[in-house]
């Protein structure tokens, strides 16, 4: 390969590692963005996650129709448990349309179930941790960052890149969640019942 070849393979692996959507890795920095990616509860767009006093930031990916979304729920609650109260803020992430797949095409609907997830505190509640929740929009999402399936858990580090991140549900999740919690954790407290 002569020295022009080869200049121009890199220059094209170089142009073409910087088009098309992001991937969510362990080291990337996912929020913020250039453009809005979130509508919050009173409608406004935000660009990156509102602030939190919690020390401990998780991210949850939640699509309501997915039966492994609520397996990840249940671990995040048992794993914040290990915890004092008020260590870990948690950002639901909810795509606002889901893509419905019949036999005569598709169809935009908004999700099945927008509730709060159990055993976790929205404004004003009760719970072991917070849960700020927010609805991504597809569009903007989809172009910034590479998500092909779901649930993805994200765990932040202090200076917004992602510690460690979960794709899908495993049975090791919530010890996982756990040990990272305790390390991050100002103080931990007693194992919950059953660990």
């Known amino acids: 390969m002569n020295r022009t070849t080869f200049l121009t393979a890199i220059f094209a692996a170089l142009l073409l590692s910087a088009c098309g959507p992001k991937a969510i890795t362990v080291?990337?920095?996912?929020?913020?963005?250039e453009r809005a990616l979130f509508?919050?509860?009173?409608?406004?767009e935000l660009a990156a996650l509102p602030a939190a006093a919690e020390p401990v930031r998780l991210v949850m990916m939640d699509f309501p129709w997915c039966p492994a979304c609520g397996d990840v729920w249940k671990s995040i609650r048992e794993g914040t448990l290990a915890v004092p109260r008020g260590t870990v803020r948690i950002y639901r992430i909810l795509f606002d349309r889901e893509m419905l797949y019949f036999a005569g095409g598709t169809r935009e609907s908004p999700p099945l179930s927008t509730s709060h997830p159990p055993g976790f505190e929205g404004p004003g509640g009760t719970g072991s941790s917070r849960v700020t929740t927010l609805a991504a929009l597809p569009g903007a999402f989809r172009k910034e960052y590479r998500l092909t399936q779901g649930p993805v858990l994200l765990l932040l580090a202090a200076d917004g890149t992602v510690a460690r991140k979960w794709t899908g549900f495993s049975t090791s999740l919530t010890g996982e969640l756990v040990s990272e919690l305790r390390k991050r954790s100002p103080s931990?407290?007693?194992l919950p019942p059953g660990m």
Request: aromatic share 6%; net charge positive.
């Open 27 to 33: 080291g990337s920095r996912p929020f913020p963005a």
């Open 39 to 44: 509508v919050d509860s009173s409608g406004r």
């Open 188 to 190: 931990p407290s007693p």
